[in-house]
């Protein structure tokens, strides 16, 4: 069970306030509802490039981290296809200084033009680093690519190219802070050694005069129904053929998303699971054979990712792979649905063992719209039968509903091809 | 009414605190059980640390790291699946670290299940089967994973740097192979297997557990036929730090990873508490004068740092960065840069009072959850560090002077004693 107390100001901020006091020190949270899911499909990227000017100074303070430096305190932040979320983890003494620099960015950023710049470069690093100057790196650009045609999971959150944050203007860097960077469109989340009287009286002071803006109405196209298998080839300079499958599957407020959950972990969770059994350990025919489920907001995908021992050509190991996973749906038995329920049971008590962890997930199932699934969660993975594992997977693990990516490495075809 | 947002709000700077020690026992077997208890979750962490240092010569490459990957590769009661599929069903996840002067076993558990699954390590250390079929497998996947690696910059880029400061044949300096795989036999592998099961065991436990659940573990480590051995410990010698600069190619790069540093003392040195101040100060942080330069003023890079490593016998200083290939010079450039500054200029109090602040705020947040407060200390315990070692550290965070500081960089950091490694091709 995680304590927390909501309420939420007038300009619309929802603050939700979770002690313990267990060391000197609090959290500042606060998640902005949007991801790079809002973005135009010509301007890819941007969320995550506008999270860096996030740390490029702010209307009233030159520097947001050296303040923060100077009071003990940390912070970080992330950007994924739902969201983007802010931390600052700091001695609970000098929490009004997180309130300070926080609340600051969200009245105004400076806007200065060679943050940008440098910003704009040092994300391009990023893209590179991340994503191109890795083997397989790439590998979620094909796949979101195929996956999806509508919906805007259709690229990543670095961006579908380079060019796109090449082009980022200072005019859509303002337009965007205007319509997504509001009080009523985001979460505060303050745990830790606080109070909840203190964190009301700092949240009124710091974010109470924050005008609230124009409510952001999500409006995303849905994925239409998948009604043919779709598959991509590409080639890279990788040592091993690689194969990538994914189903579509429903969004994380669906009944049926548990069940997914634990089918993806039963097939493919760790070195006990079906596929990995199969496909690595009996027949050797995989390196690494996993099976996991994206966990997006809007319906996601169930993907199967496995690279290709020496000479296995990749027909081959998609094949074993189809047969294994089918073999494994024909024969889901109770003991296996037990031990996912189990390790999920684990899972989660292990992600509430740190405090800040604590506070980002109070944030997440607020942004989903409901705080208090974060204490459901237990109950709806109990709630699991071996009859919704059988549904779910007749129902979304469909070859007509999948894309499949061959990963084809140029040196394992040269071997072949010489045989 | 808008409250004054130009001026920063009052702060308190942060004091020394205790940091919570382990309770500790000496079981009648010779196994020495640290633990604590602590937390909300009813979740544990339990370590099996072997002290059984990686003694292998060039010959034996990589004996070692699948000896102890081995371990978990089946029993003479149950088979590998079996064994694994049992760790699961108890929501239980098993981890294996094989490492240079030591290695463990690490189970990550719900409170309840200790007692189920710690009898799993007895096995693995008692009666681990080393069957030849999941030899070949996990030799298999040793090295596909080795390939892999081998296609990033940042790998060859730090396994080039260790061999060059460490030197080929030491156990720190070389990087596992997939050619070394192929030279290796299950006899050999096996061979090792005694050596582990002869070393004096370290368990440390944390989380959030009853006594009930304690007395379990305690009532199951007493079972073990634990050893009592430490073995020898690795060589501490080593080439004299040089200047060099070696470019490792590999083509089709983006970007080139970049490795600055030498061989150095380990946390038990006398100079080893202001040397981390001055890391910390050159790159150890986002508001580092590497970070600020590179990535803030010049978007070269998106991110560079300075770390220390701590060995046994020995540690390492080394910066790090992945960079635009056409600016891997400029880079170096500026590192230099940066480096003749601290040895030149004594830090100004401002800077050194954000990185005092910082650096114990900072260790203030590594010790909030057991199983930190466990790893912390088990670096104290494993290095047979002084009791008193994290108010030593906050102590010299709290006072270290610029001049130390300076002079850390002037005696460590010549460039003539520095090694540069370029990772991926110009």
């Known amino acids: 069970m995680i304590q927390y107390e909501k ?140 996956a999806y045609t509508t919906h805007p999971y259709r690229w990543p959150t670095i961006g579908k190219e380079i060019a796109h944050i090449e082009q980022a203007t200072m005019d859509d860097v303002k337009n965007f802070f205007k319509r997504f960077y509001i009080p009523n469109n985001a979460i505060l989340v303050v745990g830790g050694d606080v109070a909840v009287p203190q964190v009301k009286a700092l949240a009124e002071k710091w974010f109470g005069t924050i005008p609230a803006g124009v409510p952001y109405r999500r409006a995303l196209p849905a994925e239409p129904v998948q009604q043919t298998p779709r598959r991509k080839v590409v080639q890279a300079e990788v040592p091993l053929h690689a194969i990538v499958k994914a189903w579509h599957m429903p969004g994380k407020l669906s009944d049926d998303y548990y069940a997914c959950d634990l089918l993806g972990d039963i097939l493919g969770r760790g070195k006990s699971s079906r596929l990995y059994q199969a496909l690595v350990q009996e027949q050797k025919l995989f390196s690494s054979a996993s099976f996991f489920n994206m966990g997006s907001h809007d319906p996601g995908l169930m993907v199967f990712e496995g690279k290709l021992n020496k000479g296995v050509r990749l027909e081959e190991g998609e094949a074993a792979m189809m047969q294994a996973l089918e073999k494994a749906l024909q024969s889901l038995n109770q003991a296996e649905l037990e031990k996912s329920k189990i390790q999920a049971e684990s899972t989660l008590l292990f992600g509430e063992v740190e405090l800040l962890e604590r506070c980002m997930n109070l944030a997440f199932a607020t942004n989903l719209g409901n705080t208090e699934l974060i204490n459901q969660e237990v109950a709806a993975i109990q709630a699991v039968q071996l009859e919704d594992l059988r549904r779910v997977a007749s129902l979304y693990l469909k070859e007509e509903c999948s894309n499949c990516l061959w990963y084809q490495s140029k040196q394992a075809e040269a071997a072949q091809a010489s045989i | 009414m808008q409250p004054n947002r130009l001026e920063a709000p009052p702060f308190q700077a942060i004091q020394a605190f205790d940091v919570p020690f382990l309770k500790q026992e000496k079981l009648g077997n010779g196994i020495e059980l640290f633990y604590y208890n602590g937390g909300q979750s009813e979740v544990a962490k339990i370590e099996f640390f072997l002290l059984q240092a990686n003694q292998a010569s060039e010959r034996l490459r990589g004996q070692n790291t699948l000896a102890v990957k081995m371990l978990q590769e089946g029993t003479m009661r149950m088979s590998a699946s079996v064994l694994q599929e049992f760790i699961a069903a108890q929501g239980a996840f098993l981890e294996l670290n094989p490492g240079h002067d030591r290695s463990s076993i690490v189970l990550y558990s719900l409170s309840r299940k200790l007692r189920d699954v710690v009898p799993v390590v007895r096995e693995m250390l008692e009666s681990a089967s080393f069957n030849a079929s999941e030899f070949d497998n996990v030799c298999n996947i040793t090295r596909q994973n080795l390939k892999v690696s081998k296609e990033k910059t940042s790998f060859l880029a730090s396994a080039a740097f260790r061999e060059k400061i460490f030197g080929a044949n030491h156990p720190y300096g070389f990087t596992l192979a997939p050619e070394d795989i192929d030279q290796i036999t299950l006899e050999s592998v096996k061979s090792f297997y005694p050596t582990l099961q002869k070393s004096k065991l370290y368990v440390f436990l944390s989380g959030k557990f009853s006594t009930q659940d304690l007395d379990a573990v305690r009532f199951e480590l007493e079972k073990f036929s634990a050893g009592s051995e430490q073995g020898p410990s690795v060589s501490n010698s080593f080439p004299e730090p040089s200047f060099s600069r070696t470019v490792v190619e590999k083509s089709g790069n983006m970007q080139c990873s970049l490795r600055v540093g030498r061989v150095l003392f380990n946390a038990a040195h006398p100079d080893y508490f202001p040397f981390v101040m001055m890391n910390e100060i050159l790159g150890g942080y986002f508001g580092s004068r590497l970070m600020q330069n590179l990535r803030e003023d010049k978007g070269l890079t998106y991110g560079i740092n300075s770390n220390i490593v701590s060995y046994q016998k020995a540690g390492y200083f080394v910066i790090g960065t992945d960079i635009k290939k056409e600016d891997a010079e400029r880079a170096l450039d500026e590192i230099r840069k940066e480096i003749e500054l601290m040895q030149r200029e004594p830090v100004q109090s401002s800077e050194l009072e954000t990185v005092r602040n910082y650096m114990l705020g900072s260790f203030a947040n590594s010790l909030t959850t057991p199983f930190a407060i466990a790893d912390k200390n088990k670096s104290i315990v494993l290095n047979q560090l002084p009791l008193d070692y994290f108010q030593q550290y906050m102590h010299a965070v709290k006072t270290t002077s610029p001049e130390k500081i300076q002079e850390m960089a002037q005696r460590y950091l010549s460039y003539s004693s520095l090694t540069e490694i370029i990772g991926g091709s110009l």
């Open chain 1, 7 to 146: 309420f939420t100001l007038s300009n619309g901020l929802q603050v939700l306030v979770h002690e313990d006091h267990t060391s000197p020190l609090a959290v500042l949270n606060v998640l902005y509802n949007v991801g790079s899911k809002d973005e135009d499909e010509a301007r890819t990227g941007f969320a995550h490039l506008f999270e860096h000017l996030m740390f490029g100074g702010s209307v009233n303070i030159a520097s947001f981290d050296e303040p923060l430096q100077k009071v003990g305190g940390e912070n970080n932040a992330f950007t994924s296809p739902d969201l983007t979320n802010y931390y600052i983890t700091l001695p609970s003494a000098n929490l009004e200084t997180a309130f300070w620099l926080e609340s600051d960015r969200m009245l105004s950023l400076s806007f200065d033009p060679k943050v940008l710049e440098v910003q704009r470069q040092v994300v391009i690093e990023e893209f590179k680093q991340r994503y191109l100057n890795q083997p397989y790196g790439d590998t979620w650009l094909h796949m979101r690519e195929m």
